[in-house]
């Protein structure tokens, strides 16, 4: 660790940052994890029988992770060695497992803390699995991104898989509070302001303390309000990744807001998304969707508006035609929703598959040809225009096939029409095959 230091220009006794300086010394000073640490969380009881389970720590930035492992080493007493992803080869790997391996036959226990786990391939995964499999190492990873997407199903198999929760503002002010009786002196920070700094943290302890130090060092002696806050301190960029699962994450809540008509609910992730770096075609792609999907007859308007907020977009780009597409949001929010085309088509879909390459009936077949009016193509079809009531009420399903009823309108907003007139022609075609 000493080379590390110096090939970064580090001496030992350069000062740490605040957040190493207060790091915890135990388990019970990890805040905002008390699911997995307190009385009856399941690491705890870990720790308290000296008996470690191969584990995955998947949370965000600044929830614990690093620091839960090497507790939870000097707890259970076992070694604790620890390698990044980022920077660690197969070389590193192997360097790892035999130091293990020769500790175990010394009667020593080690943790390996992979930080980063996911950033390993696939064949580097595999490498851990006889080691973790042998007891030589206990391994606890640390991730940022979903373990479902990430790890090999072999690897996630042998690991229980603990999710660290985001810091609420409780567990953030209980950071701050420790750093103020470290340094000896309150925040010079207005009450709002206080506010505005633990909001500023999103959830990150690290990135708190970062804020923090920034705070002690400028040695202000009138606290700040929280105007002059935002002066001093840079807001960073949501945690937001368009590659990753927060993508999926926040355009399945923006679609489903939409499905269950909370404009409000809908506005604010249209507006996280936007605020994350999305691009807003694809935001537009996924309202295309909705008013296909969710809404449907209901209201056929939605599928032209939403096809409108993506031309608009394309015309005006940012951040005017972001407007285009919170005006759609709202309106799909708002509309009548009706997913019975939706159903209607998958239930033809099946079907299609089902029956194979049945022909049609030969009523509706053309017959341009001798041969085909001689085989009775085109026998007996009646012209809808011009019969009774404009509905001839003939079947047109293949003769092999009993009909099916596929789309069954709800009768919400303009759908509510479609039924009534569906519901007549059943009618007539009952009565005129009876």
């Known amino acids: 660790m000493a080379d590390l230091f110096e090939a970064a220009g580090i001496t030992p006794e350069a000062p740490s940052p605040l957040a190493d300086r207060l790091r915890p010394k135990t388990l019970d000073e990890v805040v905002g994890q008390d699911h997995l640490l307190g009385p009856d969380g399941p690491i705890r009881r870990m720790a308290e029988a000296r008996r470690l389970s191969s584990m995955i720590l998947w949370g965000p930035p600044g929830t614990g992770k690093t620091t839960i492992a090497r507790l939870l080493a000097k707890a259970a007493g076992y070694e604790f060695q620890q ?49 973790v499999e042998a007891g030589v190492v206990t391994l606890v990873g640390a991730t940022t991104e979903n373990p479902s997407f990430e790890l090999n199903g072999a690897l996630l198999s042998r690991c229980q898989v603990f999710v660290l929760k985001r810091l609420d503002d409780a567990a953030l002010e209980t950071l701050l509070e420790k750093a103020e009786g470290y340094e000896g002196r309150p925040l010079p920070l207005e009450p709002e302001a206080r506010g505005a700094l633990l909001a500023l943290a999103d959830g990150d302890g690290r990135y708190l303390l970062s804020l923090a130090e920034t705070l002690f060092n400028i040695g202000s002696v009138k606290p700040l309000a929280t ?208």
Do not use: C
């Open 83 to 131: 390698l990044s992803a980022v920077f660690s080869g197969v070389a590193d790997l192997k360097k790892a497992f035999e130091a293990a391996r020769l500790r175990r036959a010394a009667g020593q226990s080690t943790l390996l803390f992979v930080d980063e786990i996911h950033r390993f391939n696939r064949a580097q995964q595999d490498g851990f699995l006889p080691f």
């Open 227 to 434: 105007r002059e806050l935002g002066q001093v301190l840079q807001k960073r960029s949501p945690a937001y990744d368009k590659d990753r699962e927060e993508h999926y994450n926040l355009i399945s809540a923006l679609h489903k807001s939409i499905r269950g008509s909370d404009p409000d609910a809908a506005l604010y992730w249209l507006a996280r998304m936007l605020a994350g770096g999305e691009d807003p075609l694809f935001i537009a792609r996924r309202l295309i969707r909705a008013a296909a999907e969710d809404i449907g007859e209901a209201d056929p308007l939605s599928l032209l508006l939403a096809n409108a907020a993506k031309e608009t977009y394309d015309f005006l780009g940012s951040p005017e035609g972001e407007i285009a597409l919170a005006q759609t949001v709202v309106h799909l929010a708002t509309a009548p929703k009706s997913n019975a085309v939706y159903k209607a088509f998958g239930a033809a879909m099946a079907a299609a598959k089902e029956t194979g390459s049945l022909m049609p009936p030969k009523h509706i077949l053309n017959a341009p040809t001798r041969l085909m009016k001689d085989l009775g193509y085109g026998k007996g079809y009646a012209y809808d225009h011009e019969v009774e009531e404009g509905f001839s009420g003939q079947d047109y399903f293949p003769e092999e096939m009993e009909r099916r009823r596929f789309y069954q309108p709800k009768g919400e907003g303009s759908e509510a029409r479609i039924k009534e007139r569906m519901e007549r022609w059943a009618a007539l075609r009952s009565r005129k095959s009876s």
